[in-house]
């Protein structure tokens, strides 16, 4: 009896850290207020307890900028003191809706967050928990903020984006000095695009568990007055995906043609109205064979988590179309060529910052070699070697034995003219991947549906209306300013009064302003790899 009572006494002299599971779960349920009512020590408190602090330095160690913030703050708690209870419910809240954002909800370990809550004895225990909560809520933090996964580790050559990473420290001092929710709602990207993409994700996940959009068009190909089977199965289909109203027609009429129209539109097939073979098979795609390039949407616009400008260029390298972009509205675009699979165009964001009417052509030693046999043997004249001092050196005094491509003191240019290779204008945002946008004489490329050619520069279809848009914010009358200067025939730098952030982005999966989703090929494979890369991180895309 004595031996009880001793221990009764010792538990009660004992400070209660019990975070109670039962209570994390009725606060997420909403069973219970959305605050969880454990029972902690005070800041004040905290400080009477050097195990704490010695416990909670151990846990942060490895992490130099969450260790110089609890240094900071002087060891006090955020997340195990009796005040903070807010913040434990954002935390716990947001983890357990991660999934919901294509984040690898698996990595954040909520349970056992959540068994470590309910289990501290010690203020030792305390501690270690404060530093597993805060490295939890870093971990999260940055995964929704700017990407689970580094694009340099997928894809080192191509996905080259500098990814805006935030700091540790800032986020915990900022968090600290905020109201929890809102700050942790705060963090994923603020972009109608990624609304839209969530949004997206969230209604083709419930169409997964509703059945899908019904059963396959069992056809090779429809067109306009087709009936039968093959024709209500069309309909059906594009009644379920929302290109068309519910209707009982089972002809291939006007309404269900367009409809066609639309659909072909949004998967970047030539909108003839016909359901040809590669319509049909578009079509017979299943709503969960999409959310994995949703889910790479996600993380691509997570990458992207910066200012896009509220005017800018907007290249999407799988839709091989040019946009100008105001306030979320598409002012202007034109068709482009990209750069072929041998010699794919980069991702990157830059600021434009002028335009070179009637350019030059300075080839990149990568090309040179193309015309090498040409240049050493007296042809390609519509090509000069240029020496150090811009001066054109004539063939006859250069000893093409002793050289090669990458070695020649010289560089080779084509000057203004109507066969030059960048045609009469060109658009550029200096960066170390020599890639810029330009006309080109070469025409008969933008008829294709698939348009990738180029040697990693853009080309596009109508640059003169594309120079006009950029023009009109900084000349009265563009269009006259800009063949005033082309008439001439002579290269002239036109500065832009107001740089243009450009953006050079890759979507398979991305919506239009109304929401709707549009699909594209992943003509370079660079999905794919992301899609393996997001699995292998944990991330369920049907989750």
């Known amino acids: 009896m004595q031996m009880k009572e001793a221990r009764r006494s010792k538990h009660a002299s004992r400070p209660v850290f019990r975070a109670g599971f039962v209570a994390l779960s009725l606060a997420l349920s909403g069973a219970a207020p959305a605050v969880l009512t454990a029972t902690f020590a005070s800041p004040a408190q905290a400080q009477q307890f050097p195990a704490f602090r010695q416990a909670l330095a151990e846990g942060v160690a490895e992490n130099s900028e969450l260790a110089a913030f609890y240094r900071e703050n002087g060891y006090q708690a955020v997340w195990t003191g009796a005040e903070d209870a807010a913040r434990r419910s954002a935390l716990v809240s947001a983890l357990s809706r991660a999934s919901e954002h294509g984040l690898p909800q698996a990595r954040y370990d909520l349970n056992g967050l959540l068994a470590a809550f309910d289990s501290v004895e010690t203020e030792r225990d305390r501690g270690m928990l404060e530093a597993r909560a805060s490295l939890t809520f870093l971990r999260y933090a940055t995964d929704i903020h700017s990407g689970v996964v580094d694009p340099a580790s997928i894809n080192p050559e191509y996905m080259v984006r500098d990814v805006p990473r935030p700091d540790p420290t800032e986020l915990m001092t900022d968090f600290v000095a905020s109201e929890p929710v809102a700050f942790i709602r705060n963090l994923a990207p603020s972009s109608p695009e990624y609304a839209r993409l969530y949004r997206a994700r969230r209604d083709l996940l419930d169409t997964v568990a509703n059945g899908g959009w019904g059963q396959r068009v069992q056809a090779g190909s429809l067109q306009p007055g087709d009936t039968g089977t093959g024709v209500v199965q069309l309909r059906n289909r594009l009644i379920a995906m929302g290109f068309m109203p519910r209707v009982a027609t089972a002809t291939y009429d006007t309404l269900m043609q367009q409809a066609v129209q639309e659909f072909q539109e949004s998967v970047g097939i030539d909108a003839d109205g016909v359901a040809g073979n590669a319509t049909i098979r578009a079509i017979n795609v299943e709503p969960q064979d999409r959310l994995p390039a949703i889910n790479v949407a996600l993380e691509r616009e997570r990458w992207l988590n910066i200012p896009r400008g509220d005017r ?152 003169r209306e594309f120079a006009y848009q950029l023009l009109a914010v900084q000349e009265d009358d563009p269009v006259n300013y800009y063949h005033m200067i082309q008439s001439t025939g002579r290269l002239t730098r036109v500065p832009l009064v107001t740089p243009i952030p450009v953006h050079l982005v890759y979507r398979t999966a991305y919506t239009s302003v109304d929401g709707r989703m549009n699909y594209r090929d992943d003509i370079y494979g660079r999905d794919a790899q992301i899609y393996d890369a997001l699995i292998r991180a944990g991330v369920e895309v049907g989750a």
């Open 312 to 463: 800018h260029v907007w290249v999407n390298l799988t839709d091989f179309v040019a946009r100008i972009v105001d306030f979320d509205e598409v002012t202007y675009e034109t068709r482009s060529v990209i750069g072929s699979r041998q010699n794919q165009t980069p991702e990157f964001s830059d600021m434009m910052e002028y335009m070179d009417i009637n350019p030059t052509w300075t080839l990149p030693r990568s090309i040179i070699g193309e015309y090498w046999g040409a240049l050493s043997s007296g042809g390609a004249r519509h090509l000069n070697l240029i020496d150090h001092a811009g001066r054109v050196v004539p063939r006859e005094q250069v000893n093409f034995a002793a050289y090669s491509p990458q070695t020649l003191p010289f560089d080779v240019q084509q000057p203004p003219g109507p066969g030059n290779a960048l045609g009469e204008v060109k658009f550029m945002f200096p960066n170390p991947y020599a890639i810029y946008l330009h006309d080109t004489p070469s025409r008969s490329l933008f008829s294709r549906d698939v348009r990738a050619f180029s040697h990693g520069c853009i080309r596009l279809a109508d640059p």
